[in-house]
């Protein structure tokens, strides 16, 4: 939990609701988490998401790690206290999206499961909807694909002697206990996976208000 340091604040209440907000967009606010291992596809698959949402009319926004990275979190880099303050930053921006009305579509590796549960605190204080999906794709699986060539350059690096942090490899990867989804991204295409994702957003009624 961040330190408050600001003294002499006070929140202010503004007039208008979320219920009037979500009304006037016609839909509910919400945060739909992705999770998983670098290369499980978790961008793409938020790419492909927020198309059709846009395209069926709706109002949604993707969040992505590495673009927040070269923003709002540039001075961040990717220790456990920095990757703690990355999830908790964005999960704050998350739920302020999802309060304006947006189907908020986050993707970040997240590997910390005390971070997530930290997130999903924060929304579940402002009675804002939490879906974390773990986009599950065994280690080897991600390593073949490895579109960056990061695994490659990981296992050099602890061949060395030196290592870098790199989820997966030389740190941990906490794998949700109790996901709301679990989507296997090796078995289905994107646009199975981006099906499954919209089914959970109609089945809990958060594509209409």
Request: net charge neutral; hydrophobic share 40%; charged share 30%.
């Amino acid at each position: 939990m961040a330190e408050q340091k600001a003294t002499n604040i006070t929140w202010h209440e503004g007039n208008v609701t979320r219920e009037e907000r979500e009304k006037n967009l016609g839909q509910k606010g919400c945060t739909l988490w992705m999770t998983g291992l670098s290369a499980s596809g978790k961008s793409t698959i938020a790419v492909a998401l927020e198309q059709v949402l846009l395209q069926r009319g709706k109002h949604a926004y993707r969040l992505d790690g590495d673009n927040i990275r070269m923003g709002l979190n540039k001075n961040l880099g990717f220790s456990a206290e920095d990757r703690t303050e990355n999830i908790r930053r964005i999960g704050e921006v998350a739920k302020l999206f999802a309060d304006a009305g947006m189907v908020t579509i986050t993707s970040f590796i997240s590997p910390y499961r005390k971070d997530r549960d930290a997130v999903r605190a924060l929304h579940d204080a402002a009675k804002i909807p939490f879906i974390e999906v773990h986009i599950d794709l065994p280690i080897e699986e991600a390593e073949k694909r490895d579109p960056k060539g990061l695994y490659k350059k990981a296992r050099a690096a602890v061949a060395a002697g030196k290592g870098m942090g790199f989820t997966g490899v030389d740190d941990p990867y906490e794998a949700p206990e109790k996901a709301e989804l679990v989507v296997p991204s090796h078995k289905q295409t994107v646009a199975e996976c981006v099906q499954v994702l919209l089914d959970a957003l109609e089945k809990r009624g958060l594509l209409k208000a």
